[in-house]
């Protein structure tokens, strides 16, 4: 008896989460417009709007980086990254950015807010909205294509030509694992004014190339060992 109160107390609480999130998502704005404000953010910062397919080489990187759940049910995705994000939230007074694509998308399409836990669930809501609206591949576009790069590149064109004179499309894993690396600190991992650190993020990058199984041992290797035409 005691145990069957306990699971419909337990059956009540996670209704009444779902029945509340459901209730604040409705609350939070549209997301239909998400598009447009992509190609606004785009011809702001100099970028020709396009619909390119996202470099593959590129997307497996950011992915195994800044999301490897990425590709998962939604529910999934969101409950990994609230928790970092919420872990996040509760260690620093600083913003701890967006612990998901989805979210880091919703943040660089409809800004950040004021801070603090009400800012990351406004930032968890909408990457959720985002993430039932549009498919992977068009996330994965928007996001790869507002997203700042460092040295003043705004998007995936603009940084692939920037640091390397290529195309996304023609960009190598080590190439890929170095543009990577710069989203989550673009000044700090600047390849051009810290080197060193620059190396150590992509080595990063590349370790989890391998993690989720996108690249062998010994082709992370090989693609570390390999030269970096960067631009000066």
Not at 119 to 130: A, C, D
Request: cysteine-free; charged content about 15%.
């Amino acid at each position: 008896m005691v145990l069957r109160r306990a699971v419909l107390v337990l059956l009540a609480i996670v209704l009444a989460g779902l029945v509340a999130g459901a209730v604040y998502l409705i609350s939070l704005r549209s997301v239909s417009d998400a598009q447009a404000r992509t190609r606004r953010i785009m011809v702001a910062n100099r970028e020709t709007p396009g619909i390119l397919p996202a470099p593959h080489r590129l997307v497996a990187s950011v992915i195994a980086v800044e999301d490897e759940h990425f590709y998962d049910n939604v529910v999934i995705n969101v409950l990994t990254g609230a928790g970092r994000a919420a872990l996040a939230t509760l260690q620093t007074s600083q913003d701890p950015g967006g612990s998901t694509i989805d979210q880091q998308l919703a943040k660089q399409l409809y800004g950040h807010g004021h801070g603090g836990l009400g800012s990351t669930l406004r930032e968890i809501g909408l990457g959720v909205k985002l993430a039932l609206r549009y498919s992977k591949q068009q996330i994965l576009q928007m996001y790869l294509n507002v997203v700042y790069y460092g040295n003043g590149y705004w998007g995936v064109t603009q940084a692939a030509e920037g640091y390397f004179h290529t195309r996304p499309a023609q960009l190598t894993w080590p190439e890929a694992a170095m543009l990577a690396g710069l989203l989550q600190a673009p000044s700090a991992y600047d390849p051009l004014q810290h080197y060193a650190l620059a190396r150590q993020r992509q080595r990063h990058v590349l370790t989890q190339l391998v993690v989720n199984h996108y690249l062998t041992r010994a082709q992370a290797n090989a693609a570390l060992r390999s030269p970096l035409p960067l631009a000066h």
